[in-house]
C-alpha cells in the first residue's frame, strides 16, 4: 500500500459481532493515531458518521464475527468494496464468545434469552451456526487477540501503509 502519493489511504472499520473492545484497542494507539492520521482517512465505522459503506475502501479491519444475516449481508458488500481486507480479533478469526453458542443451536439461545417469546422483528434474524469472517468471504491479513492489543494494530497498521504484509508471529496480544 504505497502512501507516497498525496492521496490518503483511505481506511474503514466495521462492528460485527463484537464487544467494541477491538475498537476500544484500536483506540488505545493514543497518539501515535496522530502520525497515522498524516497517511489515513478514516471513511467509515463507528468512528466516524458515513451511514453508507463507500465505494471503494482501501482497508478494512472487521471487528466480530459473522453472526446474523444483517452480518452476512453487510460484510459481503465489505469485501465486494475493499481492496484489503483485515479480520481484527478473535472474534473476527476463530469466531471466539460469539461462536459460544454454536453448540446449543439459535432456537433454544433465542428461547433462553428472550422467555416466553423470541422476537420476529427488529433483531437481526440469527443465522444458525456463528462464523469467522474468513469462513463466509476472503480475508487478507489476520490479526488474532482478544483484542489484539494497541501494539499489534499499529505495527499491522505501520506494514500495511508501508506496502508490507504484516509479519506479527513475534508480536502478541501482550505488546511487541
Ligand atoms: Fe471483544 Fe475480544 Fe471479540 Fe475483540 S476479539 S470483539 S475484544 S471479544
Known amino acids: 500500500m504505497n502512501t507516497s502519493a498525496k492521496k490518503k ?3 474503514a472499520t ?3 459481532d463484537g ?3 477491538c475498537h476500544m484497542s484500536l483506540l488505545d494507539i493514543d497518539e501515535r493515531l496522530l502520525e497515522l492520521a498524516a497517511s489515513i482517512e478514516i471513511v467509515y465505522g463507528p468512528f466516524v458518521d458515513t451511514k453508507v459503506f463507500p465505494e471503494q ?5 472487521v471487528e466480530g464475527s459473522v453472526s446474523s444475516e444483517d452480518d452476512l449481508a453487510k460484510i459481503k458488500k465489505v469485501r465486494e468494496h475493499t481492496r484489503v481486507l483485515v479480520a481484527m480479533g478473535d472474534c473476527a478469526v476463530t469466531g471466539n464468545v460469539p461462536s459460544l453458542r454454536n453448540p446449543f443451536g ?3 439461545i433465542l428461547r433462553h434469552i428472550y422467555l416466553p417469546n423470541a422476537p420476529t422483528e427488529i433483531v437481526p434474524r440469527l443465522l444458525p451456526s456463528v462464523l469467522p469472517v474468513h469462513q463466509v468471504v476472503p480475508v487478507d491479513i489476520y490479526l488474532p487477540g482478544c483484542p489484539p492489543s ?3 494494530l499499529y505495527t499491522a497498521l505501520v506494514e500495511l501503509l508501508a506496502g ?3 509479519d506479527m508471529k513475534d508480536v502478541t496480544r501482550f505488546g511487541k
Request: overall charge negative; hydrophobic content about 45%; proline content about 4%.
Open 9 to 11: 489511504v483511505s481506511v
Open 14 to 16: 466495521v462492528w460485527l
Open 19 to 21: 464487544c467494541s473492545g
Open 57 to 61: 475502501v482501501d482497508l478494512t479491519l
Open 106 to 108: 439459535t432456537d433454544k
Open 150 to 152: 494497541a501494539d499489534v
Open 164 to 166: 508490507r504484509t504484516p
